[in-house]
């Protein structure tokens, strides 16, 4: 059984990497990486072409198209049985691969989630974390998850009309596999993996609000295509209004709170103002989206018919 490890990523080159040196240093043979390239402004493509492993394999889109896009390319250029999606910020154990695919002969309609610690820097690869994430009910997530290449052929790839926007087109896909009975076993113990996090830079907290904000558009479309109970556990709309009006962030985030919290950023109220703001801009994204569909329906009842019941 061979293994696709697919890579997809967007200026992040030095991070992108440290990655697929360690996707490279595997303890399995039968496998490839693959790293679908979105379209990078930076030092990606020539990083990427300095590296001559047989089992690496480097795809440039012209241009970005998004994530769904280059995750499809991925798949289609995909040799092997079972597909690893691992993010371009994310470093993995020596044994990842053969854990995901030792897991997958159990099986034949498997999901395998991974989870990931949290780090700061490369330095601490390999360290305990009390900070892990990756457990998802609703869908999956592609930071680090596994799943046989047929299944996802067959539910259709990712969703492209997400476009190029942040957020759900995993947890969309996954909701398609669930559809095809695929169940979902979550990895706490093997299939290792660190997210790089880096430091709160001016630039990494910039883009936080900017993938809330995206996030909060794409969780309309999801729940416009799912209906009531998917609007009620991924949109939390209701949830949003009430943190954005009880902290009046319509008068201060985007005015000066934003340059605040960058020059306060070792202040103890640094995780809650960023805490507040995140929901601040994922409430904006909404906004944005609800009154984009209002426009493509013509009318406004398209609002109060589809979004009247999103609730925490």
């Not at 889109?61 to 049985?81: C, H, L, S, T, V």
């Not at 949003?240 to 009046?248: A, E, H, P, S, Y």
């Amino acid at each position: 059984m061979k293994a696709s490890a697919i890579v997809v990523s967007y200026n992040r080159g030095v991070i992108l990497s440290y990655c697929i040196d360690k996707l490279l240093k595997q303890t399995a043979t039968n496998y490839e990486v693959i790293v679908v390239d979105d379209g990078s402004t930076d030092e990606t493509k020539e990083l990427m072409e300095k590296i001559k492993d047989p089992q690496f394999k480097y795809y440039r889109n012209e241009k970005k198209m998004g994530q769904p896009y280059a995750r499809n390319r991925g798949i289609k250029e995909a040799k092997g049985e079972i597909i690893i999606f691992v993010d371009s910020d994310v470093l993995v154990d020596r044994k990842f691969i053969n854990d995901h695919l030792r897991l997958h002969k159990k099986d034949d309609k498997l999901i395998v989630q991974g989870m990931v610690r949290h780090i700061k820097k490369t330095e601490d690869y390999g360290k305990s974390s009390l900070l892990i994430d990756g457990f998802c009910l609703a869908g999956l997530i592609t930071q680090n998850v596994s799943v046989r290449k047929k299944w996802l052929e067959e539910a259709g790839g990712f969703d492209e009309s997400f476009g190029g926007i942040m957020g759900y087109m995993d947890v969309e896909i996954g909701r398609r596999l669930k559809g095809l009975g695929l169940k979902t076993i979550y990895a706490f113990r093997s299939c290792l993996a660190w997210h790089l996090d880096g430091y709160e830079t001016e630039e990494r907290i910039r883009a936080i609000f900017d993938k809330s904000y995206q996030r909060g558009k794409n969780a309309v479309k999801l729940s416009e295509k799912y209906g009531k109970r998917v609007a009620a556990r991924h949109l939390k709309k209701s949830y949003v209004d009430f943190i954005t009006k009880l902290f009046g962030t319509e008068q201060w985030v985007e005015n000066k709170g934003v340059d605040y919290l960058i020059i306060h950023r070792d202040s103890f109220l640094f995780p809650i103002l960023k805490w507040i703001m995140k929901y601040h801009y994922r409430g904006k994204g909404i906004r944005k989206a609800i009154k984009e569909k209002e426009k493509t329906h013509n009318s406004p009842s398209w609002l109060s018919s589809k979004f009247q019941y999103f609730i925490i």
